[in-house]
């Protein structure tokens, strides 16, 4: 499975990006998708989490309410749509994939549970 990122950039606070998380598996529909980030100096932290027919979605409380997460099961595609930034949202992001698990759950929160990952995407909001 490979996972690909992109659509981060250069935004001013209040702005907003939108992120896209290709794979290359025709078995797309059937797992979690997640995104995690990572900012200088910190460790990677869980964002967002879709379950695999994306009826089921979870957010970390720093994002929930400014943060939405979507999949297109037809174009093998998950989304982060990021609204409001702020300059701590500052971070590579990352999406993953849970080929375990078709439902979010508790796990879905944990990075240890995903095991393929993308490349990442520098997201960075200016003061």
């Known amino acids: 499975v490979q996972l690909q990122a992109s659509g981060g950039g250069l935004v001013q606070a209040g702005g907003s990006l939108r992120l896209s998380c290709a794979a290359s598996?025709?078995?797309?529909?059937?797992?979690?998708v997640g995104w995690f980030r990572q900012a200088p100096g910190k460790e990677r932290e869980f964002v967002a989490a879709?379950?695999?027919?994306?009826?089921?979605?979870d957010f970390a409380d720093s994002v929930e309410g400014r943060f939405t997460i979507s999949r297109d099961n037809a174009k093998n595609t998950a989304y982060l749509q990021m609204n409001s930034l702020k300059p701590e949202d500052t971070a590579v992001y990352y999406c993953?994939?849970?080929?375990?698990?078709?439902?979010?759950?508790?796990?879905?929160?944990?990075?240890?549970?995903?095991?393929?990952w993308g490349q990442g995407t520098q997201v960075t909001v200016s003061s």
């Open positions: 993953a994939a849970d080929v375990t698990r078709a439902y979010v759950s508790r796990w879905s929160r944990r990075r240890s549970e995903y095991v393929y």
């Open positions: 598996i025709r078995t797309f529909s059937s797992y979690v």
């Open positions: 879709i379950s695999a027919r994306g009826d089921t979605i």
